[in-house]
Each structure stands twice: as structure tokens, then as C-alpha cells.
T-cell receptor, first 116, second 116 residues
Framework: DADVTQTPRNRITKTGKRIMLECSQT?????MYWYRQDPGLGLRLIYY???????NKGEISDGYSVSRQAQAKFSLSLESAIPNQTALYFC???????????????FGPGTRLTVL | AQTVTQSQPEMSVQEAETVTLSCTYD???????LFWYKQPPSRQMILVIR??????QNATENRFSVNFQKAAKSFSLKISDSQLGDAAMYFC?????????????FGPGTRLSVLP
């Protein structure tokens, strides 16, 4: 089974709708992240959480909100979706104290979101 | 703030040949980590190789190796004996080595095509 899972894998929605993207992990990592990927821009950080009570805005948080329901779960919401939020969204985890794995991020499979 | 630049939006290589992907970064820190991630058509982000800035020796992983030039802030990826499965987007990434805000910064990516 995958260590980091995201649901849904693909979603098409309309402008103005509220959308939630969910991320779960079984790696036991405290740190979780949400990124969006756009062509030519790479991955940009939306929000990150270093533990359940610690949530921080990233580079491009406007129009997004998050919820860290548990160590293993981190959800991203678009309160009122707009077309320029059409992108590929990734959840990732890391554990800086994890020895050999401690310096990398582990990614989910991504969610392709289209806002019409 | 740190920035990561990949000046080659697209590259191509003949199967079995060698190709080098470029990455430069800007930072005032001395302690950091650098990474190359691969994103095949499946969208999954896969770690290819990592380099600790305090190590002078260039990292290698089978057919993948890096040329880390700390003074020049350059971190190129060399793929030897290219295979069709190497075709993917490649992202260079930077992570600070210490402190609270150990977030990743990604470059815009290079799309590599492998020609049979």
C-alpha cells in the first residue's frame, strides 16, 4: 500500500464550488505539505504543518485553507473555486529527524483539479 | 529567500547516451540539501538523488550522478546510458539544513525526452 495517499485523483468542478482534497499518510511523519504544480512553475508551497497544532501559510495560500485532523491526515480546501486554481495538487510528508530518510519529502500521487 | 533555476525547459537524449540537466540556486546559507526528483507520466514524484552541502564528494546512484559546485551554486544531474524509462520531468529542489523553516524550494523543471 502507498505511504501517502490522496483523494480524489481527479476532479472536475465549477467556479464557486467548495472543494476538499484529502491526504493521508502511514509514514508516521509529523510534517505535511500541500503544493500545486503548474507548467513552467514547478511546485509551489500552499500550506505546511509541522504538527497537528502547527499550521503555516506557504508561498501561495490565498484562496486555500487547510485542516490537520490528525498526525496522519491533512486536508486542503478551496472555499470558492476559480479557474486559475486548475492545477495538479500534491501532498507530501517529511521527517527531518528520520535518519537517512530525514532529508527528503515523500509525495502522494497527486490530484488533478479542473475548475470550469 | 532561496530560489532554484533550471534553465533548460526541455532536453532530449538518444537512448544509451549521456545527458546533463542544469540547476542553479541562490542562497546565503552554508548548510543545506539539494535534490533531484523525477516525475514520469504517472505524475508520481520520485527522488532520484540527494546531496548534502557539507559533503564535497558528488553523490551517485547507479546511472545518476551529480556535479555539485558549491561556490558556483550549481547542481547538475548527469544521466548515463539513458533508457526510455528515464523520460520524465526532472525537478531540482533545495532545502535549508537547519532551523524551524526547513521547507523545500523547487525549480520549474526540465522535461527530458529519450529517443529510441
Amino acid at each position: 500500500d502507498a505511504d501517502v495517499t490522496q483523494t480524489p485523483r481527479n476532479r472536475i468542478t465549477k467556479t464557486g464550488k467548495r472543494i476538499m482534497l484529502e491526504c493521508s499518510q502511514t509514514k508516521g511523519h509529523d510534517r505535511m505539505y500541500w503544493y500545486r504544480q503548474d507548467p513552467g512553475l514547478g511546485l509551489r508551497l500552499i500550506y505546511y504543518s509541522f504538527d497537528v497544532k502547527d499550521i503555516n501559510k506557504g508561498e501561495i495560500s490565498d484562496g486555500y485553507s487547510v485542516s490537520r485532523q490528525a498526525q496522519a491526515k491533512f486536508s486542503l480546501s478551496l472555499e470558492s473555486a476559480i479557474p486559475n486554481q486548475t492545477a495538479l495538487y500534491f501532498c507530501a510528508t517529511s521527517d527531518p529527524l528520520g535518519g537517512g530518510e530525514g532529508n527528503e519529502q515523500f509525495f502522494g500521487p497527486g490530484t488533478r483539479l479542473t475548475v470550469l | 529567500a532561496q530560489t532554484v533555476t533550471q534553465s533548460q525547459p526541455e532536453m532530449s537524449v538518444q537512448e544509451a547516451e549521456t545527458v546533463t540537466l542544469s540547476c542553479t540556486y541562490d542562497t546565503s546559507e552554508s548548510d543545506y540539501y539539494l535534490f533531484w526528483y523525477k516525475q514520469p507520466p504517472s505524475r508520481q514524484m520520485i527522488l532520484v538523488i540527494r546531496q548534502e552541502a557539507y559533503k564535497q564528494q558528488n553523490a551517485t546512484e547507479n546511472r545518476f550522478s551529480v556535479n555539485f559546485q558549491k561556490a558556483a551554486k550549481s547542481f547538475s544531474l548527469k544521466i548515463s546510458d539513458s533508457q526510455l524509462g528515464d523520460a520524465a520531468m526532472y525537478f531540482c529542489a533545495y532545502r535549508s539544513g537547519g532551523g524551524y523553516g526547513q521547507n523545500f524550494v523547487f525549480g520549474p523543471g526540465t522535461r527530458l525526452s529519450v529517443l529510441p
